[in-house]
């Protein structure tokens, strides 16, 4: 096993030597093998011949030339953000001067073409859009490169467990010495996520669950989010809140240690078929109950209409000799049938 750091370049020049990459249930590289694979795709992006940097938008490239890059398209878009803080001074420099500081390894067509993009109206257009979603971001993660499959990773490795959102959460947003990114709410949204747990101390529910519902709700409300945060790029909706993200959970995608595929799709198929049955279940249950409600519904309007009519007589001072008799037993029998209707005996209309 190599201990020394592996850049890049080595891996270019490795001369047939492999290198082990590690990817978590999410299918994300983790651990040294995934942070030197996500590094060299980054190396990829920044070479011109698998990604020119001349094309404005991803559809305009080649088809092969996609093919040929692992699907991490974000890097060719972090890269020439690189380009833009590092290079792009149009307060500073002349379009000439800027033309002139054409990066290494790029031909300068590419690069006067890239640098036009920015200077359009279209561009200065993006730019401003992207200043603006920075500028309404509450929480900044504090964690730099390490990825949040890395982080996760980590984590479990330590703790002996998976951990929550909320662990997730504080370790990517919350600097060494325990303080936030200045203008966040991050550090307010913790309090109240500390509430919530507080609330919930007495549910009998293990405290993953508990500080990840907690999260949920204080950070999306009752929308389920497009992106989940705190699992990083590659991540979706269905994964984490869907099916797939039910069966993870319930290890029916198997651990990882030669789980046979075609046992765990037996597993899978037994637990759709228990969910069919617990559906039926179910409706019939909401029928039950749709058909008490009704008959109940209709036992309080007439007992309601009956006890109404009774005080429209009272009412006029003019009710007849044994009236209140009378009365005494229509309510009497009414009551019968509310009280053999809650007892089970239902009675007949």
Not at 113 to 137: C, I, P, T
Not at 194 to 205: E, H, N, S, V
Request: aromatic residues 10%.
């Amino acid at each position: 096993m190599i201990s020394d750091s592996i850049q890049p370049p080595d891996i270019w020049h490795s001369n047939g030597v492999k290198y082990f990459v590690s990817f978590n249930e999410f299918y994300q590289p983790i651990k040294k093998g995934g942070h030197i694979l996500v590094r060299f795709i980054g190396d990829v992006a920044k070479t011109e011949r698998f990604c020119p940097i001349r094309e404005i938008n991803w559809c305009h490239v080649n088809a092969q030339l996609k093919v040929d890059i692992i699907k991490l398209i974000r890097s060719v878009r972090q890269y020439r953000h690189y380009l833009k803080k590092a290079l792009f001074k149009p307060t500073l420099k002349t379009k000439d001067q800027i033309y002139q500081a054409a990066p290494s390894g790029y031909p300068r067509d590419s690069w006067i073409h890239l640098v036009d993009y920015w200077y359009s109206e279209k561009g200065n257009k993006f730019a401003e859009r992207g200043n603006e979603a920075r500028s309404a971001q509450n929480h900044v993660h504090t964690t730099g490169s390490t990825s949040y499959a890395n982080i996760r990773a980590d984590l479990e490795e330590k703790n002996g467990r998976e951990p929550s959102i909320l662990e997730i959460f504080k370790h990517t947003h919350q600097r060494k010495d325990g303080t936030f990114v200045k203008d966040t709410i991050t550090k307010d949204f913790l309090v109240n996520i500390q509430t919530q747990l507080l609330l919930a101390l007495f549910f009998t529910k293990s405290r993953v669950q508990i500080e990840n519902e907690a999260f949920n709700k204080l950070m999306y409300g009752d929308d389920v989010p497009k992106r989940p945060l705190g699992y990083g790029y590659g991540v979706k909706q269905s994964d984490v809140y869907g099916v797939h993200g039910i069966l993870r959970k319930e290890r029916f995608y198997g651990d990882g240690d030669g789980d046979n595929n075609a046992l765990a799709l037996q597993r899978m198929e037994k637990v759709v078929a228990d969910l069919k049955d617990e559906n039926k279940g179910l409706v019939k249950d909401h029928e039950e109950l749709k058909t008490k409600f009704d008959e109940s519904n209709f036992l309080m309007k007439k007992m309601t209409s009956q006890f109404g009519q009774i005080l429209d007589v009272l009412g006029t001072g003019k009710a007849p000799v044994g009236f209140l008799d009378i009365a005494k037993k229509v309510l009497h029998t009414s009551n019968s049938e509310v009280f053999d209707f809650v007892s089970g005996s239902h009675p007949s209309k």
